[in-house]
């Protein structure tokens, strides 16, 4: 027995028979209280007939009574307001720190079963799938899961907007700004994220734009800042863009970051720091006032071709400087493309609503997710594996959601479904 289980099945009355206190006093639940997940007791202004009287104040859980003695509850005047004492097993009688006997209930006999069964099941047992619920949660109502999808969604995005909290605060409130770094942070993919975030700070997008009209400038001044240019080459392209940046580096105050933070190893070559730079370069030398174009669009179509963009053409032999490879034209992908409109627009649109306290726009940032495709990664195919197919990108990212907060902790009580299947 737990005390969150306990918890859980107080909170939502999950309890056979009726009750009384241990000396005999019949307890019936008006209002079981709100959950406190702060210090103090566990639930607030419950509402409780405890014998003739009826009582509001709050309810302390535990496995055994004797516990309110070790956690030294009758010395701390925050619980003298409990009303109730709710225990697994009524060892021992208690009192507050004013002196107050506490009533105390015992739910050995109150729980059915099967709603422990099941927790046990899900929580404690070893299960034998990553999803422990992987074998109920498919039999649930599709519309339960939906409507939860919706807010894992919101929650989702709640979680990144953290991302964008960091940089707005650092951009000092610049939302265009922002959204320049925000967009190089994800260019750049799990492996280089770090790197080219830096990159986009070292780098003035203002200076940027002095050079729009000029792509290979702008390469050269991303490279040379990525510190990609300070060796020798062979190939004539890295040396005009040598030449070009340090032309444009005179008495400039450019300082470019290391080149030794730039990883190589196990990327595909398609996914190389050199070619993300090269693109990022053509899609700041045909946009601008990139944020401005995200509030004003509502396709998610329309904001994929923002990144219809290609590497310059000596990439479409090479994927580093000096190295050839096979032909081949070096576009930002689909795949990119749908990443980057997700991961870093979509939050930076859902925060700006909320910041400016405009639910409209917080809602078309996730109307945006509706309209992409689901992503497809490991855990989407996790979830496919036991029936759960995400229909949209809303729906993937709330799937990732369920499973990295609940599902790969065990978190079941504080999951929907799990307490659905619990209650099942």
Request: hydrophobic share 40%; charged share 25%.
């Amino acid at each position: 027995m737990t005390e969150a289980f306990l918890q859980y099945v107080w909170q939502h009355q999950l309890i056979d028979g009726a009750l009384s206190t241990t000396d005999g006093q019949a307890v019936r639940v008006i209002s079981a209280g709100e959950p406190n997940h702060d210090a103090g007791p566990d639930f607030f202004n419950a509402r409780l007939l405890i014998g003739d009287v009826e009582w509001v104040g709050n309810v302390e859980i535990h496995t055994h009574a004797s516990h309110w003695r070790q956690h030294k509850h009758g010395n701390n005047a925050a619980y003298n307001n409990v009303v109730l004492h709710v225990v697994y097993d009524a060892d021992e009688q208690i009192a507050t720190q004013d002196g107050r006997t506490l009533p105390t209930l015992s739910l050995a006999e109150h729980i059915p079963h099967e709603v422990w069964n099941n927790y046990e099941r899900l929580v404690i047992t070893e299960p034998r799938h990553e999803v422990a619920c992987a074998d109920k949660m498919s039999q649930l109502p599709r519309i339960k899961i939906s409507s939860y999808m919706e807010r894992l969604a919101v929650e989702r995005l709640e979680r990144k907007t953290s991302e964008v909290h960091r940089l707005l605060d650092e951009a000092h409130g610049g939302w265009e700004q922002c959204c320049y770094w925000l967009t190089a942070h994800y260019f750049g993919g799990k492996t280089n994220g770090f790197p080219f975030e830096l990159l986009a700070k070292a780098t003035d997008m203002r200076l940027l734009a002095r050079w729009k009209d000029n792509p290979q400038r702008i390469e050269a001044l991303l490279m040379g800042q990525a510190g990609l240019l300070d060796t020798y080459f062979e190939d004539e392209y890295p040396r005009q863009l040598q030449a070009d940046y340090q032309a444009l580096r005179n008495g400039s105050g450019l300082h470019p970051i290391s080149a030794h933070l730039w990883k190589f190893f196990r990327l595909r070559p398609s996914s190389f720091p050199t070619l993300r730079i090269s693109q990022f370069a053509q899609l700041v030398s045909q946009s601008s006032n990139l944020f401005s174009k995200l509030l004003e669009t509502t396709n998610a179509a329309q904001l994929e071709k923002f990144f219809d963009v290609k590497a310059s053409p000596y990439w479409e032999t090479h994927y580093q400087f000096d190295k050839p490879s096979q032909k081949r034209v070096k576009s930002v992908g689909k795949n990119l493309a749908q990443s980057l409109i997700i991961n870093a627009w979509v939050p930076l649109l859902f925060e700006y609503g909320r910041a400016h306290g405009d639910d409209e726009t917080r809602e078309r940032a996730i109307d945006l997710l509706r309209q992409m495709p689901a992503e497809e990664n490991s855990i989407i195919k996790t979830w496919r594996s036991i029936g759960i197919e995400a229909r949209d990108a809303a729906e993937s990212q709330a799937l990732i959601q369920l499973y990295n907060e609940h599902c790969k902790s065990r978190q079941c009580l504080q999951c929907h479904i799990g307490i659905q299947v619990i209650k099942a």
